[in-house]
T-cell receptor, first 114, second 114 residues
Framework: DQQVKQNSPSLSVQEGRISILNCDYTNSMFDYFLWYKKYPAEGPTFLISISSIKDKNEDGRFTVFLNKSAKHLSLHIVPSQPGDSAVYFCAASASSSSNYKLTFGKGTLLTVNP | DTEVTQTPKHLVMGMTNKKSLKCEQHMGHRAMYWYKQKAKKPPELMFVYSYEKLSINESVPSRFSPECPNSSLLNLHLHALQPEDSALYLC?????????????FGQGTRLTVV
């Protein structure tokens, strides 16, 4: 049972436009969400996170939105740059759990075309 | 220092070999993790150490043996692996549970079992 779902395996956008990556979750206990960026043969790099007490968190070109009622979050990148081309993973954790476990989605490959 | 350092970066081993993967962080993080990632798949949690004690073993075969000698080091001892164990092995660490729970990942060890 996949508790974190990224239903779009890939996304292609033009440089300068907005990239929107989506993520859905099923576990109501999840209350902390993270986005990671990954280049081939490298470890994931933390991008941005959001706690369930917020509905928006912004860091430069990256904004994460959380809709708790829909169990949905999205990552907005604006403006998109060719260097943003990578696989983006959504991950979730439950602070009530003592085991620090992160559950990852399958990832979305973002390609930003010059 | 915001790095998680993994050695070696690449490892080729035979099915009868014994080898070890090493991971080090100096961020004062008290949770450390081993993940396994196959191509085009999300990272899969293997083990979690919390305050140097094993807190999660995700039903990993005994041919993988984790060790946490101190709060900065995490090892993964490998013995009698199978070709299907070939993957990118990622180490991560995170702060004690609180408002911020990002896991920082190392660059990974690309393991090939021949």
């Amino acid at each position: 049972d996949q508790q974190v779902k990224q239903n779009s395996p890939s996304l292609s956008v033009q440089e300068g436009r907005i990239s929107i990556l989506n993520c859905d979750y099923t576990n109501s206990m999840f209350d902390y969400f993270l986005w990671y960026k990954k280049y081939p043969a490298e470890g994931p790099t933390f991008l941005i996170s959001i706690s369930s007490i917020k509905d928006k968190n912004e860091d430069g070109r990256f904004t994460v939105f959380l809709n708790k009622s829909a169990k949905h979050l999205s990552l907005h990148i604006v403006p998109s740059q060719p260097g943003d081309s990578a696989v983006y993973f959504c991950a979730a954790s439950a602070s009530s759990s003592s085991n620090y476990k992160l559950t990852f989605g399958k990832g979305t490959l973002l390609t930003v075309n010059p | 220092d915001t790095e998680v350092t993994q050695t070696p970066k690449h490892l080729v081993m035979g099915m009868t070999n014994k080898k070890s993967l090493k991971c080090e962080q100096h961020m004062g993080h008290r949770a450390m993790y081993w993940y396994k990632q196959k191509a085009k798949k999300p990272p899969e949690l293997m083990f979690v150490y919390s305050y140097e004690k094993l807190s999660i073993n995700e039903s990993v075969p005994s041919r993988f043996s984790p060790e946490c000698p101190n709060s900065s080091l995490l090892n993964l001892h490998l013995h009698a692996l199978q070709p299907e164990d070939s993957a990118l092995y990622l180490c991560a660490s995170s702060p004690p549970r609180g408002p911020v729970t990002e896991a920082f990942f190392g660059q990974g060890t690309r393991l090939t079992v021949v």
